[in-house]
């Protein structure tokens, strides 16, 4: 196992290790800052700017001095009028909680503003996701190309006929260039000169200094030419980004007495980061948020993570909410439809036969991708080793994965395992299945 050795010299009253801690301290608290946000802030509003509060406690970075309430001092300082050399000072008090409002000057928190890309930095180190996946949820890969005014170099095809003759028409006009009416006058005169039949001596000097002055404008003609490549111009393009379509993220949430806190900020992450791909991949994202107990509703964000309703778990009514929405709102044809469900599993055995029925007979075959997590305790997390185990709901759906290629289910019981769930999403387009 190789060994290195950091032979790095610590600076002036400071310690590497030390400043290393703080960092990680530091980062650690802007992590915990960035998680409380998103936790208590909107799904669509987590890939932009954030602002963040830090406490200034804690924030120096620590140093070697002496201590200032112990030790023997022997120095006077500037201004004394009380004091000699040798006079003891009283040690002040150590500050009790007192009734009175106190006098100390404290510090209040830094407050600072984190970039678009600082703040998923953050929320990804949190998810453990590959720095290549990092890469592609952070960039719009789709371009198209847009003009951009003109360039000296370029494609043939992309030749401006109208800015090209205008820098010819400036060129020719500075440099002095013989016009073609220029050198027909010329010509026109001495063809009169030349047709008399008896020239005197200055007709005969005057046809020979026209026919130099025509052969030297011919000339000067020549060498400047009509359109030089100096005045070629093309049209310039450049490739902005843009995204390609529409989607709509449907967020299907068990919201019975089982979902605690916990769950619900696991589920919330899972939306976030599929949020995050549709955003990549599409110009216009919208969210539905549909909430189930025994009976499923569209809600907003708010009621959606918030609202303390509980009931029963009949997981069906969801899915038959989502397929009224998308026949009134989301015709297949224009929009992308995308499904994300997070649940715990507890369902009835009856009720979730009906739900392999709603996924095979109408879901599946509008979606472009459907991605279920059951959520689980830590503890479980080892029990559940196969996949063939798990809730009556796990059990249907894992009917309905194998099925349809567009379908992917996994359990998660911490902040790390959501990620594979979009691994397959990553690595391939699901093949759509259709009926004629």
């Avoid at 998103?38 to 890939?47: E, P």
């Avoid at 047709?195 to 026919?211: K, N, Y």
């Amino acid at each position: 196992m190789p060994i290195f050795v950091d032979r790095r010299l610590n600076p002036k009253d400071k310690s590497l290790g030390n400043r290393q801690r703080f960092l990680k301290r530091a980062r650690e608290e802007l992590k915990r800052s960035i998680r409380d946000r998103i936790r208590t802030g909107k799904i669509a509003d987590v890939d932009s700017e954030h602002a963040v509060s830090m406490p200034a406690r804690g924030t120096a970075e620590p140093s070697f001095s002496d201590a200032k309430d112990s030790g023997r001092r022997q120095h006077i300082l500037p201004g004394n009028k009380h004091f000699a050399a040798g006079d003891r000072v009283p040690k002040p008090g150590q500050g009790g909680g007192g009734s009175s409002p106190g006098k100390t000057v404290s510090e209040d928190d830094f407050r600072f503003v984190l970039s678009r890309e600082e703040v998923l930095d953050l929320f990804f180190e949190d998810l453990e996701l590959p720095d290549m996946v990092k890469l592609n949820l952070k960039e719009i890969l789709s371009f198209k190309p847009r003009r951009a005014g003109f360039a000296a170099t370029g494609s043939p095809t992309n030749i401006n006929v109208g800015r090209t003759m205008r820098n010819s028409h400036g060129r020719r006009i500075a440099l002095r260039r013989p016009k073609q009416e220029e050198l027909d006058a010329i010509a026109e005169q001495l063809a009169i000169l030349e047709a008399e039949p008896q020239s005197a001596a200055p007709v005969r000097q005057r046809i020979a200094a026209l026919r130099e002055e025509l052969e030297r404008l011919e000339r000067r003609r020549k060498r400047i030419a009509y359109v030089d490549p100096v005045d070629i111009r093309f049209n310039r393009f450049d490739a902005q980004p843009v995204p390609n379509a529409n989607a709509v993220m449907f967020c299907l949430m068990d919201v019975s007495g089982s979902m605690g806190e916990r769950e619900k900020d696991l589920a919330k992450r899972f939306f976030v980061l599929l949020h995050l791909f549709l955003k990549r991949r599409y110009d216009r994202t919208e969210i539905v948020f549909i909430r189930h107990t025994h009976e499923a509703q569209e809600v907003d964000e708010e009621t959606f993570f918030y609202n303390t309703q509980s009931g029963g778990t009949v997981v069906s009514t969801a899915l038959e909410e989502m397929h009224r929405i998308i026949a009134q709102r989301y015709p297949s044809n224009e929009w992308n439809i995308y499904a994300a469900q997070a649940s715990d599993g507890d369902n009835f055995v009856t009720d979730s036969e009906r739900c392999i029925g709603l996924m095979d007979g109408q879901i599946m075959r509008l979606c472009q991708y459907f991605a279920y997590v059951e959520i689980i305790d830590e503890r479980e997390s080892h029990i559940f080793g196969s996949t063939d185990n798990g809730t009556s709901l796990w059990r249907a759906y894992s009917v309905v994965n194998q099925r349809w290629p567009n379908f992917q289910m996994s359990r998660i019981a911490n902040a790390a395992d959501i990620y594979p769930v979009f691994r397959q999403l990553f690595a391939r387009q699901p093949v759509l299945q259709k009926s004629a």
